[in-house]
């Protein structure tokens, strides 16, 4: 069984088809790129994914449950977790307790043991503190724990925003324009660390990224939207060849 298979899925506005038949499958430990021209229904797929909008026709299946048009905690809970083209920390909020956020959907203790500290609060605080920096520490993130979020450079909020998605235990990460502001430096360290986090947990990645030596460099399996249609779906080798992703993305005649 695949881990995720879209089929169909679509979704108007106002009489206008943003995503029309849009189907992809997705297997395990595989990553995967989103990619077209602005406008085309990427980060409305995304949205359709994780609850945000509610599809007006298609299916969605994640491990084998239907999801379609469930609301975004539960999908959270169902293992799908995302980043943002705009970063969405808490910037207030130390670097450790960020990811503890996140923890929250593995890791929970009910109101009255959290008003009252009981041994079972601080049980559940202590393991919490402890996977958060086993994840920052992937990031190498750890030393920075006790800094606010907003403390970090640009390229590490980036990394801290991953981090978080992580501690909520996904099956499949969906990451919007993951290098989008970052320099070379910043972008080839990031490749670096979304391989690692495929292959460390196990798990599938979306993303959806302007930066073509980005996506054509990490992904397996890359599939283009113009229009809110697939126009090709391949490995890189033969998206970067085909006529019609040269004149809609990269800018051929």
Same mark, same amino acid.
């Given at each position: 069984? *695949? ?10 506005? @106002?009489?206008? %088809?943003? $995503? *029309?038949?849009?189907? #992809? ?6 990553? !995967? ?19 945000? !909008?509610?599809?007006? @026709? @298609? ?19 169902? @293992? ?5 083209? %705009? ?5 207030? #909020?130390?670097?450790?307790?960020? $990811? ?7 890791? *929970? ?10 041994? $079972?609060?601080?049980?559940? /605080? %202590?393991?919490?503190? /402890? ?9 190498? #993130? ?8 907003? +403390?970090?450079?640009?390229? +590490? ?34 490749? +670096?660390? =979304?391989?690692? =986090? ?10 959806? /990224? ?10 397996? %399996?890359?599939?283009?939207?113009? !229009? ?26």
């Amino acid at each position: 069984m *695949s881990l995720l298979e879209i089929s169909g899925l679509s979704i108007s506005f @106002g009489g206008l %088809n943003a $995503v *029309s038949n849009f189907s #992809l499958t997705m297997e395990k430990g595989h990553l !995967y790129g989103l990619i077209g021209p602005n406008g085309a229904g990427k980060t409305t797929i995304f949205n359709m994914l994780t609850g945000v !909008y509610k599809p007006t @026709g @298609g299916k969605i299946l994640l491990d084998g449950e239907n999801i379609t048009g469930k609301n975004p905690e539960f999908i959270s809970k169902a @293992g799908i977790a995302r980043t943002f083209q %705009n970063i969405r920390l808490f910037d207030a #909020l130390s670097v450790l307790d960020n $990811v503890k956020a996140g923890l929250h959907n593995r890791i *929970s203790y009910g109101m009255m043991t959290g008003i009252f500290r009981t041994p $079972v609060y601080s049980r559940k /605080e %202590n393991e919490m503190t /402890e996977k958060a920096f086993e994840i920052l520490k992937i990031f190498e #993130l750890d030393e920075k724990a006790d800094l606010k979020a907003s +403390q970090l450079p640009y390229g +590490q909020q980036r990394k801290l925003e991953i981090a978080r998605a992580l501690a909520t235990d996904p099956k499949l990460l969906l990451l919007d324009e993951p290098a989008a502001g970052m320099n070379p430096n910043e972008t080839a360290e990031l490749m +670096q660390t =979304v391989r690692s =986090v495929r292959d460390q947990f196990g798990i599938a990645i979306l993303l959806i /990224e302007h930066d073509m030596k980005f996506v054509m460099g990490i992904c397996e %399996n890359i599939t283009v939207l113009d !229009y809110g249609k697939i126009i090709a779906c391949g490995d890189p080798a033969s998206v970067r060849s085909n006529p019609k992703v040269i004149s809609a993305y990269l800018g051929g005649n």
